[in-house]
C-alpha cells in the first residue's frame, strides 16, 4: 500500500533528523539544527493593518504575550557565536494566546537571517545533506557529491553562495519567514504574506576580523545585558503577494517592490527562567493552527513542523542536560 502524504512526511522528516544528528553529532536533549540559543519573554502590540488582515486573536488584543528563541545554525550546542558556521541565525516567536476549552493555545512565527533557502522539499534536503555527507569522505571522487549537486540545484547554490554576516547583536539583524502564510480577515477575505522581522536599533554586522577578535559566547552574552539594560524591540512586517507571485516555493523570491505592511512591535522585556530546561521542552510549530491564520501549500511547513515535532519529542524524553 503507498503511503499517505503524511506518513511520507513523517519518514522523510525522521531520516532527517537522524541524518542532521550525525552529521552534527547532535547529544541527546539538543535540536539537530540550531541546537545553541536563548529564550526571552515579551510582549507583541500590533497595528490596525494587522487586525484588518486578519482575524487571529494576536492581531487584535491590545497585547500578547510572546516567547522569543534565537540561535545559531548547525545541531552542536557549543558552536561559538562568532563561528561562521553559526550564520544564518534563527528566530522563532511564540504567541501566547488564552486558553480555549481548557487547552494552552499559541501561533508561531519562524525566521532566519538569510532570505535564502536551499530547496523546496524534504526530500531535496535530504539529498543536499547526502551529497555533503558523501563529499567529506576521504575517497571522495572529482567533482565531488557536493559540487554535482550544487551544480544542478540552482537554489541551493545561492543558499550557499549568499552573504552571511555575523551580527552584532541578536538585537541588530533581520529576519526572514521565508515560507508563504495566509491572513484571513473577518470577512473571510485571504491574503499571502511572507514575514519580516526587523530590529528596531538598526541592522548592524560585524567583519570577519571583528567576528575572531569576540568571545565564543558574545552574542548569549550581549542580548542579556542588553534586556538588562533595557530591552530589544522588533517590527514584525508582512511582504503581500501579488497576482502570479507562487506561495508554494520556498526558493522563489517575491520582488522587493512588494508591499509590505506592518504587523505590530515585538519588545523583549526578560530572559526566560530556567532556560535551558524551557528550550529542551518548547516545541515551535511551522504551522499556524489558529483561526485567522492558514498555511500555505508549501511543502516545507508541514516537514518543518514533523522535524520540530519529531526532535521535540526526543529532546523531552532525554531529561534534563547534565
Do not use: C
Not at 551529497?131 to 540545484?153: C, F, H, M, Q, R
Not at 541592522?203 to 538588562?228: G, V, Y
Not at 522587493?256 to 516545541?283: C, P, W
Request: charged share 20%; hydrophobic share 40%.
Amino acid at each position: 500500500m503507498p503511503l499517505s502524504t503524511n506518513d511520507k512526511t513523517n519518514e522523510t522528516a525522521a531520516a532527517l533528523v537522524k541524518t542532521l544528528q550525525g552529521a552534527f553529532h547532535t547529544p541527546p536533549g539538543f535540536r539537530p539544527a540550531h541546537a545553541r540559543g536563548i529564550l526571552l519573554n515579551g510582549t507583541f502590540t500590533p497595528t490596525a493593518e494587522a487586525g484588518a488582515l486578519s482575524s487571529a486573536h494576536h492581531f487584535h488584543a491590545s497585547s500578547t504575550p510572546i516567547i522569543v528563541r534565537f540561535s545559531n545554525s548547525t545541531g552542536i550546542p557549543q558552536i561559538p557565536d562568532n563561528a561562521g558556521d553559526a550564520n544564518p541565525r534563527g528566530i522563532a516567536v511564540r504567541f501566547v494566546l488564552p486558553d480555549h476549552d481548557g487547552r494552552r493555545q499559541h501561533t508561531d512565527v519562524i525566521a532566519h537571517s538569510t532570505p535564502f533557502f536551499p530547496v523546496r522539499t524534504g526530500e531535496d534536503f535530504l539529498e543536499l545533506l547526502a551529497a555533503i555527507g558523501a563529499s567529506a569522505a576521504p575517497d571522495a571522487p572529482t567533482p565531488s557529491p557536493i559540487e554535482v549537486y550544487l551544480g544542478k540545484t540552482p537554489s541551493a547554490a545561492a543558499f550557499v553562495g549568499a552573504p552571511k554576516p555575523t551580527p552584532a547583536s541578536f538585537a541588530t539583524e533581520k529576519y526572514f519567514g521565508l515560507n508563504a502564510f495566509k491572513l484571513i480577515a473577518a470577512d473571510g477575505t485571504g491574503t499571502y504574506v511572507r514575514y519580516r522581522i526587523t530590529p528596531d536599533a538598526g541592522e548592524a554586522h560585524l567583519t570577519d576580523d571583528e567576528a575572531k577578535a569576540k568571545d565564543p559566547a558574545f552574542l548569549h552574552n550581549e542580548i542579556q545585558t542588553r534586556i538588562i539594560d533595557g530591552g530589544a524591540a522588533f517590527t514584525l512586517w508582512a511582504q503581500v503577494a501579488e497576482e502570479g507571485d507562487p506561495t508554494d516555493d520556498v526558493t522563489i523570491h517575491w520582488p522587493e517592490s512588494r508591499r509590505l505592511v506592518k504587523l505590530g512591535t515585538l519588545k523583549l522585556e526578560a530572559v526566560a527562567d530556567d532556560n535551558d530546561e524551557k528550550q529542551r521542552t518548547i516545541i515551535f510549530d511551522p504551522v499556524p493552527r489558529v483561526p485567522g491564520l492558514q498555511a500555505s501549500a508549501d511543502p516545507i511547513i508541514d516537514m518543518r513542523a514533523s522535524v520540530y515535532l519529531i526532535s521535540g519529542r526526543e529532546r523531552r524524553a532525554a531529561g534534563p542536560h547534565h
